[in-house]
């Protein structure tokens, strides 16, 4: 059984790479017009054009790109304000550079809804069916930036060695700036979106990324993806769903290529795994208030577990759920991450259908918000059958809350209390 957060997205998305340029116009329109992952979008701007005929272009490997260090095909994105009415496709062997640009979203996507009413503050959330997504014909342009993902393709197969630098993208400001109303009104014309999207896919790095006013989903998710690093990256701000709980409103989401899922290649319940989230910024932004978490995940299926995570050294502040927490999720390291006026603090659960083992919360550094019902930090196990093992808490200061440690959890030496 899978549980999942979406409704079906549609399978089969968009594919793309990166490039610089000067004077490979015409190599990168023959390339666009070879049926290349960015075709022309009708009533974009120039620089947006431009950008895709370079993703295009490099998406094909043209030899007369400058390389990276690591190999990859380099796009820099011009300066300024980039507004896409199509989202864009990076492919394998591509660094896009984006400092001075800005990113934002005139996609059409249908408005969300949810089926049931969710406590925002309820002590566990009721994971099947809790609310379901966008159409699935436009589900897959719910996002700012996505790598291309072939329609057949399973596992981490999909393009790899992608490098992101860069750039503040930020999903609702078109709509807000072109609304009218105050800031909540304006904000709900605005489409549930990601910012970034990464799935069936490997080796992908994001590095002083701007991820600003999300509506509802996630800042970066990193979807059946095999060893990405997110580091020195600043996540501000976040519009909250009404009714679906603060629990799934993760900046960097570990998720399921499931049925419900999967924004495209199969649903074939791959995991996440080989994560690092180092050294970021999670809080506020000018117009919104906090995340729901920095990180976590949210769904399951069985023996689809994600695993070898690493989140350290962030700076987390209010947060509105637990500044950081794995579900689903072994092998997994928090350490030395402060966590300030958050609502709850480290919290990792096992849920269905899958145990959980090793985890290791060491040197946080935690102060909740006065009232809160939340552990600062916390692990807990579903039930005797779905246990946690391996555990290691040690080292932290918290402030507000306590230590929370349920039935079925098993510790590798004593725990802090």
Not at 36 to 54: H, I, K, M, S, Y
């Amino acid at each position: 059984m899978t549980v999942s957060r979406r409704a079906a997205l549609a399978a089969g998305v968009l594919g793309g790479a990166a490039a610089v340029t000067t004077g490979g116009a015409s190599a990168a329109q023959a390339v666009s017009r070879a049926g290349g992952p960015n075709p022309v979008v009708e009533g974009e701007a120039d620089n947006v054009r431009r950008l895709r005929r370079q993703l295009d272009l490099a998406a094909a490997g043209d030899r007369s790109l400058e390389r990276d260090a690591g190999g990859r095909c380099v796009v820099v994105a011009a300066a300024g304000v980039h507004v896409l009415k199509r989202p864009l496709v990076i492919g394998g062997d591509t660094t896009l550079r984006a400092n001075g640009a800005t990113f934002t979203s005139d996609i059409a996507v249908k408005p969300q809804t949810y089926t049931k009413d969710q406590n925002q503050h309820s002590p566990e959330p009721t994971y099947p069916d809790s609310f379901v997504s966008v159409a699935a014909v436009n589900g897959r342009d719910a996002t700012l930036l996505i790598n291309d993902v072939p329609g057949d393709c399973t596992g981490y197969r999909a393009p790899g060695n992608i490098r992101l630098e860069g750039g503040i993208w930020d999903p609702t400001a078109h709509f807000v700036r072109n609304a009218t109303g105050d800031d909540r009104a304006r904000a709900t014309a605005a489409p549930p979106m990601n910012a970034i999207t990464f799935e069936h896919t490997h080796h992908v790095e994001l590095s002083q990324v701007t991820v600003r006013n999300v509506k509802w989903w996630h800042g970066v998710e990193l979807n059946a993806v095999r060893t990405a690093t997110v580091s020195d990256c600043r996540f501000e701000g976040w519009v909250e769903a009404p009714t679906a709980g603060l629990w799934h409103g993760e900046a960097v989401q570990l998720d399921l290529a499931a049925t419900g899922t999967a924004w495209g290649g199969v649903a074939d319940n791959t995991p996440a795994t080989d994560i690092r989230i180092v050294g970021n910024f999670c809080g506020r932004s000018q117009q919104y208030p906090g995340w729901g978490k920095l990180t976590g995940s949210h769904t399951g299926a069985a023996g689809a577990v994600h695993s070898e995570v690493w989140i350290e050294r962030n700076m987390i502040e209010h947060a509105k759920w637990d500044a950081i927490g794995p579900m689903n999720t072994s092998r997994v390291v928090i350490r030395e991450n402060t966590i300030r006026a958050c609502w709850g603090g480290v919290y990792v659960k096992s849920i269905s259908p899958n145990p959980n083992e090793t985890i290791d919360i060491m040197g946080n550094d935690i102060t909740l918000v006065d009232g809160s019902t939340r552990p600062a930090v916390g692990v807990n196990a579903t039930n005797a059958q779905l246990p946690v093992s391996d555990v290691a808490v040690y080292a932290n200061t918290v402030r507000g809350g306590g230590f929370g440690y349920s039935a079925n959890v098993t510790f590798r030496r004593e725990p802090q209390r």
